[in-house]
Every structure is written in structure tokens, then in C-alpha cells.
């Protein structure tokens, strides 16, 4: 077998495996009373089986993507590609206002009278 099948298959069985740890957590702290629900009902290892296998495909999945994204990842924490330059501020000479003169539309010198112009 493939080296990346076996790598994928071990990492859903870890999302499985958190997914069965999930369920348990949830019927032995009876989360709003779905232990006793369970408990009780004739049909409950039917609804703990479901909900183990929707939750095994959730968090296969999820742990699946996640060792995947990590595959790129060296054993220091640093990513590839190529490092960025460090950033910094850059002077920009900006023309004074003194001299202006205010045009007519300019919203800082709109007249508040009129509030359109319909010229």
C-alpha cells in the first residue's frame, strides 16, 4: 500500500477515534439529557451508532486536512517558500494646501443651505 494511503488511513482512524472519545464524553456527562435519552430508548444503540459514524466523518475529515496542511511544515515550525522582506515605513512628499482654493465640489466647502445642487 502506498506510502499517502496509509498515511491518510491512520489519520482517519485518529479523527475516529476522537469522534468515539466525543460521543462518550457526550452520553456520560448527559449533555442535555442525550444519556438518559439514549438510556431509555429501545432504538438507542441505533442512535449512538449514527451519531458515532457522523461525527467519525466529521473529524476523520477534519484530522485528514489537518495533517495534510501540515505536511509542508519542517520540524523547526518554519513554511516554505520565499521569505518575505521586512516591512517598513516609506516617506511620500505630499503637496501643501495652503495655496488652494476651494472648488464647488469640495464637501468641505459645500454650502449647508442647499444641500443639492442642481445646476
Do not use: N
Amino acid at each position: 500500500m502506498p506510502q499517502l494511503v496509509r498515511f491518510l488511513i491512520r489519520h482517519a482512524a485518529i479523527g475516529i477515534g476522537v469522534a468515539a472519545l466525543f460521543v462518550g464524553t457526550l452520553l456520560l456527562l448527559d449533555v442535555a439529557r442525550l444519556g438518559t435519552l439514549v438510556w431509555e430508548s429501545p432504538s438507542g444503540f441505533v442512535a449512538v451508532a449514527a451519531l458515532t459514524a457522523a461525527l467519525g466523518v466529521t473529524f476523520g475529515s477534519v484530522q485528514m486536512g489537518f495533517a495534510v496542511m501540515l505536511l509542508g511544515q519542517e520540524a523547526d515550525g518554519s513554511g516554505g517558500g520565499t521569505p518575505r522582506p521586512a516591512l517598513g515605513p516609506v516617506p511620500v512628499r505630499v503637496a501643501s494646501r495652503a495655496g488652494r482654493r476651494p472648488t464647488r465640489h469640495d464637501h468641505r466647502f459645500q454650502d449647508t443651505r442647499r444641500p443639492f445642487d442642481w445646476d
